[in-house]
């Protein structure tokens, strides 16, 4: 049983149970309980998993070394938007001489801004090999390693910037990671750190419990940002609330703070009150789950036993194939725009090309439904202006 991330607690209330279905080979659990711990408060997943597979699955069967909507490779317009806007913030009334260390690099989009903004002292890290690769390509300095790797230990080299955006929310020993990261810190430099806000977690914009997914298993807020510090003797020396755009109808809520050594003793930090908050997300995911829209319509057809091809293969439809009519559908197709995933099964049926898919479709007048987190209004218009003379619908 996982311990609490941030004060090693075994005691934790379960809030919440969620269930995907996953690829078959996945080393990511299929089912997660969503908990409190009872010692400090924080809100974290357990599972049957260990540190051991996630390590496995970030290093041998990481999405982030796609380049269509793999956030960290800069190479889609919005992922490219929010790296610009970050190096912004970071390399304000910074030398251009500082030295950055960004972990969880994926395809080193960050460390690709900095080096355009003439920034030479550049290392990445990243668990795939796909994503060092392609940093190297870059002319840029990386390895293959995690938070967790011991050969960090050894490693003499500091830097007066080390990045962890968006990656602590993954890590399955957050206090082991951040320490790790520290090791990194030169003196008198800082550790950024960016995670999603589970403060402000919300389903105006976004489809039910969209924030729990297999991979986040962390989720922070300011209070708990301030806590995992403390205990590494660390201190918050600004913090900024963001949101980011992720093509949805609100931005996706995240926090970021800039983490420095203090001489001497760190106070605790306060209480973590977030798991209320957290509830109430919870409670609105269920009553928007059961408000989708067509969930009737897909019913009436699931009941029919009619031929469904299901375009998206994301958490969002992961999640419907575990928690809707769509468990026990009769599934044709399910198209996805990742090559990555080309090939692979989600409960029995292949991950294919929307040339495949819609071909299948036609040969078996199947219903096709629209299953992604954003910009499923944008599939259903080209869709629907495609001609393709098959029924759509959207969940």
Known sequence: MRQCPLCSGNQAE?????????EETSLLPAETAVVACSDCGFVFARSDKSATDYRGYY????????????????EYELDHQRITALVDMLTEDQAIDMRVLDIGAAKGGVLVE??????RQLFGVDAAEACVRSIASHGIEACVGSLEDERWAVDPRRFDLVILSHVLEHV????????SARRRLAEGGAIYVEVPDASRYNVDGFPPYYFFDPEHINHFDLDSLRMMAANEGLVLSKWQAKELDVGAASGYPAIGVWLVAQTGAVTASPEINCSETIQHYIDASAAALMALPNMALLQ????????????????HAKRLLANSPLATANLIAIIDGDTSKHGKLLRGVEICSAQQGLKRAKDTNATIVVAIAVNADEVLT??????????????
């Open 14 to 22: 379960v809030i919440c149970e969620q269930r995907y279905c996953l």
């Open 59 to 74: 290093s041998e069967q990481t999405k982030y070394e796609s380049s269509v909507n793999a956030s960290g490779s800069g």
């Open 114 to 119: 900095f080096q355009r903004r003439g920034y």
């Open 172 to 179: 399955f020993d957050v206090a082991a990671g951040l320490a």
């Open 300 to 315: 009436d057809l699931v009941t029919k036993d009619a031929p469904i091809v299901i375009w998206g293969a994301g958490s």
């Open 382 to 395: 080209e869709l629907t202006s495609a001609a393709i003379n098959l029924s759509v619908m959207s969940v």
